[in-house]
């Protein structure tokens, strides 16, 4: 009996030979060659390539220019935020990621109308894993995160109480999510390409996704684990209720990510001044504690 892998694969490749190359093709040809191990859901559909790359635009350009402005500027006036936000932040950037992540993955989202073309370039990505990535360069696929940027600064505005809690919280979202994300991802595809000690000591820290993490992990079929792409922090607590036993209805999926692309930023901002005083009593008390052990 032969493998319907096996099946699937060489069929796609009788088709191929018809076709005349492309980009994709010639994409694939150089950089999947050594791609892991079958990929694509197992009843998943199969994609003839991976998305075509577009070019980057000045108005790509002018956003990056302007958020780094803005981190820039806020970390001279305000200094950096604090140490348990900046943590938090870490993880829910990341928890942000799996969440937009296991939406996208679905086969139903190729339905979607407006989420059709991000829904097919996430499961072509399981096909094609390094020309999606590799092949498209970081760069490039920073530059695709542009629009969901502009959701998180938007929604902030319009329900954030545009404070400098508001400001911070939103531009460690675009930094970690947006910019983290693709990063992170970008580099959990490094294979045998150089990768520099900093990006090797980050990915073993767990702040930037570690390979083994999520080529072992989510890009062995069929695809239900470890969403998360920025640094795989959230995906330990997240696993169990973006993939199996619980496999959320895509509904599920698909509302929890626009409440959280939303309000996120605005309830963390409400959040920060009454989590940080528990906190601090909370800290405050165990000190008093061991002091007055110590004097006993
Ligand atoms: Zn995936
Ligand atoms: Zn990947």
Not at 37 to 52: I, K, L, T
Not at 154 to 179: D, E, H, P
Request: charged share 15%; hydrophobic share 40%.
């Amino acid at each position: 009996m032969c493998d319907p892998a096996v099946r699937r694969r060489s069929a796609r490749t009788a088709d191929e030979s018809k076709k005349p190359p492309s980009t994709a093709d010639e994409l694939r040809a150089k950089y999947d060659t050594d791609a892991t191990g079958p990929v694509g859901g197992a009843n998943g559909p199969r994609f003839d390539g991976p998305e075509p790359v577009q070019p980057c635009t000045r108005i790509n350009l002018a956003h990056h220019v302007v958020v780094f402005a803005a981190i820039a500027y806020s970390l001279v006036t305000h200094g950096c935020p604090s140490l348990g936000v900046v943590a938090f932040m870490l993880w829910y950037a990341d928890a942000y990621t799996a969440v937009l992540h296991a939406a996208l993955d679905r086969p139903g989202c190729l339905d979607v109308k407006i989420l059709h073309g991000a829904a097919r370039g996430f499961q072509a990505h399981h096909d094609y894993p390094l020309a999606s990535t590799h092949g498209r360069g970081c760069y490039r696929m920073i530059c695709d995160t542009q629009r969901i940027q502009t959701i998180t600064i938007v929604s902030a505005l319009v329900f954030g109480r545009w404070n400098v809690a508001t400001f911070q919280i939103c531009l460690m979202k675009l930094l970690f999510s947006a910019y983290g994300g693709a990063t992170g991802h970008f580099y959990a595809h490094g294979g045998a390409k150089p990768r520099g000690p900093a990006i090797k000591l980050a990915q073993k820290c767990h702040m930037l996704l570690p390979p083994k993490h999520h080529v072992g992990g989510h890009h062995a079929p069929p695809h239900d684990k470890n969403f998360g792409i920025f640094n795989g922090l959230s995906n330990y607590a997240l696993n169990p209720f973006l993939g199996a036993p619980m496999n959320p209805p895509l509904g599920v999926l698909l509302a929890a990510w626009a409440a959280l692309s939303l309000f996120d930023v605005a309830v963390v901002e409400r959040c920060v001044g009454p989590v940080g005083e528990v906190v601090g009593r909370g800290v405050a008390t165990a000190l008093e504690l061991a002091r007055s052990s110590v004097s006993m």
